[in-house]
């Protein structure tokens, strides 16, 4: 059974630093090498590791991850002393305060997150025939937001519409390119893409067997994302552009995708059953991060 880490880490200015992982001692180790100067760790190393507890939902660890990073410094601290009564006395105190604060983050965005950044961009990825378009355009409607359609099905059907049904990686690699052109155009503080790397990365490692360097750097430096993966638990729906009909095809490819989000340490969370009970799940998962 996986099992996915919450830890704090103390910084050498006296800080703490809360995330989530499914490798403690990888990630700590990228924490002590990482050579991103937006990074909140890239000024306060050395680092040390002082705190850690394990979940097996990734859903759960996100989550308590989220009300960590909230809490004040002496909460912290409670909690890495395993002091659960001033824990539950700090609790009480600061209740007020952290109701206002949540009030007053609702007029902006999603709340910060990972590294000191915002999902700024939440993502709807997952397999073919999984709902993902349909999802996006009805997020988009719900929060009055705009959304980046997927670049794919405009440029295979045109392909189609010229006579030519066949496309190879050269075409791939074009429309990976646009996808993020498209999504980095996106300026407004909120906006929901139809598919973006992931897709394209799993697209290509499935048809060529390949990895391509600029989209692993891209995922490699994603900091201002969610991403809602669409299960396969819905019925296919027959398109010309789409190849994996069989579910055993279906449910493998979306074990790519967790495997991949995963991999980079990209927050997720799994979005399964019919179109309504998939609404309600992500705005809930929205409402929790305001």
Known sequence: MKLYYLYILECNDGS??????????????????????????????PLKLIWSEYYNDINQAIEKEKQVKGWSKKKKEALIKDDFDSLIELSKNSILREQNEIVQ??????????DDTFFRKVVITGPESSGKTTLTKLLAQKHNAPFVKEYARKYLTLRQAQGDNSYNLEDVLKMGKEQL??????????????????????????????????????????????????????????????????????????????????????????????????????????????
């Open 16 to 45: 703490y630093y809360t995330g989530v992982t499914n490798n403690l001692e990888k990630r700590f180790a990228e924490h002590q090498s990482d050579e991103n100067p937006k990074s909140y760790v890239y000024n306060r190393r």
């Open 105 to 114: 983050e609702k007029k902006y965005t999603l709340r910060q997150a990972q």
């Open 181 to 290: 052109k498209q999504e980095e155009n996106a300026s407004e503080q909120l906006v929901f893409l139809d598919t973006d790397l992931t897709v394209y990365a799993v697209w290509i490692k499935e048809k060529y067997n390949l990895e391509i360097d600029w989209i692993t750097a891209h995922l490699k430096t994603t900091k201002d994302k969610l991403y809602l993966l669409c299960d396969v638990n819905i019925d296919w729906e027959e398109d010309k552009l789409r190849e994996h009909p069989n579910i055993l095809d279906r449910k493998r490819l979306f074990q790519e995708y967790i495997n991949l989000l995963e991999k980079y340490h990209l927050p997720y969370h799994v979005i399964s059953g019919n179109i309504p009970s998939r609404i309600k799940k992500v705005n809930e998962i929205i409402n929790q991060l305001n």
